[in-house]
């Protein structure tokens, strides 16, 4: 009498699993069998679920937690009153899969944000995901992710970034994101990216008299003279 399936050891069982016991046979048939199974990795302390005697050697448990190993072994006994019941068999071990993943993305950390200097024409914008995936974006708000036009340059990691250019002086820039994971879960909500390029401010108001120099005397009479003279400005 021992365990079949699923093997010693094994990860990433389904949360309903199948147990499968080895076939025993015996002078004295039908051989009915009794499981029991384990929270941990021994078969030590109280069991978690049993099966009492049946002749089928599988047996669906009920539904166990995800990530979690557990421990289990199969005795056996034959068709004889009172009944020949075997040892147990050897104790293995499996681990239940993670759960699923059911949740898109979290981004943060979103640049460039508030002023860019006067002059900016350029500009990369960015994310970071707390998953890989894939991100796009664009200019108008609440587009789903399959309609939004641009992909990120760089994306399918956590970080993600594309460069922008045509920018120009005292405009305001609003770029909203969406990702989508390996597992196809995808932001139903925009994630913004917002800033502004400045624009050049007013040009101070002249409070300074031109200076003079260079100055010269020609033309010079009794009754009159020319003076020229040079400023710095008109």
Same mark, same amino acid.
């Given at each position: 009498?021992?365990?079949?399936?699923?093997? &010693?050891?094994?990860?990433?069982?389904?949360?309903?699993?199948?147990?499968?016991?080895?076939?025993?046979?015996?002078?004295?048939?039908?051989?009915?069998?009794? $499981?029991?199974?384990?929270?941990?990795?021994?078969?030590?302390?109280?069991?978690?679920?049993?099966?009492?005697? $049946?002749?089928?050697?599988?047996?669906?448990?009920?539904?166990?937690?995800?990530?979690?190993?557990? #421990?289990?072994?199969? /005795? #056996?006994?034959?068709?004889?009153?009172? @009944?020949?019941?075997?040892?147990?068999?050897?104790?293995?071990?499996?681990?239940? #899969?993670?759960?699923?993943?059911?949740?898109?993305? +979290?981004?943060?950390?979103?640049?460039?944000?508030?002023?860019?200097?006067?002059?900016?024409?350029?500009?990369?914008?960015?994310?970071?995901?707390?998953? &890989?995936?894939?991100? /796009?974006?664009?200019?108008? @708000?609440?587009?789903?992710?399959?309609?939004?036009?641009?992909?990120?340059?760089?994306?399918?990691?956590?970080?993600?970034?594309?460069?922008?250019?045509?920018?120009?002086?005292?405009?305001? !820039?609003?770029? !909203?994101?969406?990702?989508?994971?390996?597992?196809?879960?995808?932001?139903?909500?925009?994630?913004? +990216?917002?800033?502004?390029?400045?624009?050049?401010?007013?040009?101070?108001?002249?409070?300074?008299?031109? #200076?003079?120099? &260079?100055?010269?005397?020609?033309?010079?009479?009794?009754?009159?003279?020319?003076?020229?003279?040079?400023?710095?400005?008109?």
């Amino acid at each position: 009498v021992g365990n079949a399936s699923p093997a &010693n050891l094994a990860t990433g069982i389904a949360t309903s699993p199948t147990l499968t016991a080895l076939t025993a046979s015996d002078a004295t048939p039908p051989v009915e069998y009794y $499981f029991e199974l384990y929270t941990g990795a021994s078969c030590s302390g109280i069991p978690t679920q049993t099966r009492n005697y $049946f002749t089928s050697t599988t047996w669906n448990p009920n539904t166990l937690d995800h990530s979690v190993t557990y #421990a289990w072994r199969v /005795k #056996a006994r034959d068709a004889v009153s009172p @009944a020949n019941e075997s040892a147990f068999g050897v104790c293995t071990s499996f681990t239940t #899969a993670a759960p699923a993943d059911m949740t898109p993305p +979290v981004r943060s950390g979103g640049s460039p944000s508030g002023d860019l200097s006067v002059g900016t024409a350029s500009a990369t914008i960015s994310v970071v995901t707390d998953e &890989n995936a894939t991100c /796009k974006y664009g200019t108008t @708000a609440s587009t789903a992710y399959a309609s939004l036009p641009t992909t990120f340059m760089t994306t399918g990691g956590t970080t993600h970034s594309s460069s922008i250019s045509g920018l120009s002086n005292g405009t305001t !820039y609003m770029y !909203y994101i969406r990702c989508q994971d390996s597992q196809g879960n995808t932001n139903t909500n925009d994630y913004t +990216v917002t800033f502004q390029v400045l624009a050049p401010g007013p040009v101070p108001a002249d409070t300074t008299p031109p #200076a003079i120099y &260079n100055i010269q005397s020609t033309d010079i009479t009794q009754q009159s003279v020319m003076i020229l003279w040079d400023t710095d400005e008109p």
